[in-house]
């Protein structure tokens, strides 16, 4: 467990810059400024948000299960972390060979924080929120299984520190075009993130499962759904470019796809999963994958 500890505290600290990067980012899509006035060039923005977060008073509704209100947040955030042990670094001293497994565990996990904390908030914006956020991470679940199946083909491991060694540019990673662009689309369903951020349809349901959050247990859900974006960047970039290296640039995606897209219709979402990713996934892993064992 040691051994991750840099890991974690330098994800952590990923996590609070992707914050400013995102708002910079966000600002210069829509031709105004973004945080600029805090210090030098606004950079210890994150750290005044934090603070500021910290600082408020934690609103507690009266009808509300507290005890469960207080624990989802520390049990999104803890999942959010575990994901980090994983990270498939060369330097990582203890590895784990059945870590995708362990990461399609841990994302089947991911459900329950937001679904649990919405429910227990006892209000029907929240609910709603949690239920949408139920079937569109169980929807998208099921191709994002079939993708890893496909990469763990192409690599013949379950080792996710070994994709980068074991993938080469040859006739597999050609097939894994087509399959590389379900994996981008479920990679922002899976995070909750635009077009897909029916979780938190601040038009629709005032911020969703987390409109009864404030505080302290809003700022650490907040930190869980970025330190997953962090990740999916990692796994993104590992699966796709064979290396960490790009790790950025698919974190940069997630900042460009809130920038331009709008949001979907909820029935357009689901049937996205259910007629388009799902058929033509399944139906590309099973033509394909005998070409590859040629």
Not at 7 to 15: D, E, P, R, V
């Amino acid at each position: 467990m040691l051994q991750h500890f840099p890991t974690i505290i330098f994800a952590l600290i990923a996590m609070a810059f992707l914050t400013l990067l995102e708002r910079k980012s966000l600002s210069y899509m829509q031709l105004r400024k973004g945080p600029n006035k805090l210090s030098f060039v606004g950079i210890p923005q994150p750290m005044a948000d934090a603070l500021k977060l910290l600082m408020k008073a934690s609103v507690r509704p009266t009808v509300s299960n507290p005890s469960l209100m207080a624990m989802m947040p520390v049990f999104s955030f803890s999942l959010a972390l575990l994901l980090w042990l994983l990270y498939p670094s060369l330097h990582t001293l203890a590895f784990n060979k059945l870590s995708l497994l362990t990461f399609i565990c841990i994302s089947a996990l991911m459900v329950y924080p937001i679904l649990i904390g919405g429910w227990s908030s006892n209000s029907k914006y929240a609910l709603l929120g949690a239920i949408r956020t139920m079937a569109q991470m169980i929807s998208y679940e099921i191709p994002m299984i079939l993708a890893l199946i496909f990469f763990a083909t192409i690599t013949n491991t379950l080792e996710l520190a070994s994709f980068p060694l074991n993938s080469k540019l040859t006739l597999n990673m050609q097939l894994a075009i087509p399959m590389a662009l379900v994996w981008l689309t479920i990679a922002l369903a899976e995070t909750n993130r635009t077009p897909f951020d029916f979780a938190e349809g601040e038009s629709e349901l005032v911020s969703g499962f987390n409109v009864e959050y404030s505080g302290t247990k809003f700022a650490v859900f907040f930190m869980a759904e970025y330190l997953n974006i962090l990740f999916m960047s990692v796994i993104s970039s590992s699966l796709l470019m064979n290396s960490c290296k790009w790790t950025p640039v698919f974190t940069f995606m997630f900042l460009l796809a809130r920038g331009t897209f709008p949001r979907h219709r909820y029935d357009m979402m689901m049937s996205t999963s259910w007629e388009s990713l799902i058929p033509s996934s399944l139906a590309f892993l099973i033509f394909t994958v005998p070409l590859m064992t040629i």
